[in-house]
């Protein structure tokens, strides 16, 4: 989509006119005048919510050569500076109905800065809040940077301020605005993220702030690190991928990650145990993840398919995240080869671990004849080839 800026009226200073493409107007704009910076846009078609950050700045851009600088973006953006200098450009948009207010401040050279102005509620107080809203905005690709409390021209509001991390459209971006004012208004609101969120986190290299909100369930594990030195350390290993093989939806396994038990006993993620900066790991982690992933071949059958073993590097150092997809049902059961029997591996030994909620159990024999059976029936009447 091709944007294109026009001017329809100028009046001293202030310029008004649109956004559009393809003949439909977008968004009106107000330019306030250079060099303030500050335009307010306002969405006349909803399609236009459908367009990115950088699409829009962009095409604005065109018209403000100062902000010619802010022509190339990437899809996500690295770590935010400190920064000294005023916004390049401040754009304040208006298309919220439950009196909540965004404006995006974008700094040369520097991921913007999105401002929500949150309508304040008694019901949640501020710590509360903000652990709400780091959570919602980080899901949606943006970085809580603070959280004040606002009395102002008669209105008592929340600010709350946060760093975009990738170029999105700014459907997600009003999404965040309507869930912030939710969840300044909600007694009770769940927070628990999904296995697809947690992911998407994973990716964009920020797994820290997952401390204090992940816990382990029957999808995500955790440990500070593993011990490859020996086969008990190995089939392990082994066992914490089949698990999830073997699990309804497959899970997500943290190396380098601290867990602490929290009231109840749930295990849950706490923090960052970078491998890299671990004196018990003497080898490159690179080398470490190559191993981990020729135990997984040697050791599970059939071949878990899609299995992900990758290092995440982050502001405090290395880890590695395995991701093993939900696998289809005719592949299960996934068996470990191989036990430690009297202090030795037996290879002629198997076990197929299964995930409760928070660890792995063996399957027990009657487990093992019913999976058989029901084998051993598919193959006679006609559901597989026998060999």
């Given at each position: 989509m091709i944007l294109t800026v026009?001017?329809?009226?100028?009046?001293?200073?202030?310029?008004?006119?649109?956004?559009?493409?393809?003949?439909?107007?977008?968004?009106?704009?107000?330019?306030?005048?250079f060099p303030d910076k500050d335009l307010e846009l306002e969405c006349i078609d909803p399609s236009g919510m459908g367009l990115r950050l950088g699409e829009i700045t962009q095409a604005l851009s065109r018209r403000i050569s100062s902000l010619s600088t802010l022509n190339s973006f990437p899809t996500e953006w690295g770590e935010l500076q400190p920064w000294s200098k005023r916004p390049g450009l401040t754009v304040?948009?208006?298309?919220?109905?439950?009196?909540?207010?965004?404006?995006i401040d974008w700094l040369h050279g520097q991921p913007p800065l999105a401002n929500f102005s949150i309508p304040f509620a008694q019901t949640v107080e501020k710590a509360e809040f903000r652990r709400r809203s780091e959570r919602i905005l980080l899901r949606r690709g943006l970085r809580l940077l603070e959280v004040e409390e606002q009395d102002e021209y008669r209105?008592?509001?929340?600010?709350?301020?946060?760093?975009?991390?990738?170029?999105?459209?700014?459907?997600e971006i009003n999404e965040c605005a309507k869930l912030l004012t939710l969840a300044a208004h909600s007694a009770v609101w769940p927070d628990q993220p999904s296995l697809e969120e947690v992911l998407r986190i994973i990716h964009l290299g920020h797994v820290e702030l997952l401390g204090g909100w992940l816990v382990e369930n029957e999808w995500f594990d955790a440990k500070e690190r593993v011990d490859l030195g020996d086969a008990q350390g190995r089939l392990e290993f082994a066992k914490d991928l089949a698990q999830?093989?073997?699990?309804?939806?497959?899970?997500?396994?943290?190396?380098?990650?601290?867990?602490?038990a929290k009231e109840g006993g749930v295990e849950t993620f706490s923090k960052i145990c970078p491998l890299d900066?671990?004196?018990?790991?003497?080898?490159?982690?690179?080398?470490l993840v190559q191993q981990l992933r020729n135990i997984a071949v040697s050791h599970i059958h059939p071949t878990i398919k899609g299995l992900r073993m990758e290092i995440v590097s982050g502001r405090m150092g290395q880890i590695i995240y395995a991701h093993i997809p939900n696998q289809a049902n005719q592949l299960k059961p996934f068996i470990v080869t191989g036990e430690i029997i009297?202090?030795?591996?037996?290879?002629?030994?198997?076990?197929?671990?299964?995930?409760?909620?928070?660890?792995?159990?063996?399957v027990t024999a009657h487990e093992i004849h019913s999976?058989?059976?029901?084998?051993?029936?598919?193959?006679?009447g006609g559901g597989g080839t026998e060999r």
């Open positions: 026009k001017e329809i009226d100028r009046e001293n200073h202030r310029t008004k006119g649109v956004v559009c493409a393809n003949g439909i107007n977008l968004f009106g704009f107000l330019d306030y005048g304040s948009f208006d298309f919220n109905q439950d009196g909540s207010w965004l404006a209105h008592h509001y929340w600010s709350v301020t946060a760093v975009c991390l990738k170029d999105q459209p700014l459907r999830f093989a073997n699990g309804p939806a497959g899970g997500i396994l943290l190396i380098g990650a601290k867990t602490d900066k671990n004196p018990q790991i003497t080898q490159p982690i690179p080398r009297s202090g030795k591996l037996r290879k002629n030994f198997f076990s197929i671990p299964v995930r409760t909620n928070d660890g792995n159990v063996p999976l058989l059976a029901g084998n051993m029936s598919r193959w006679q």
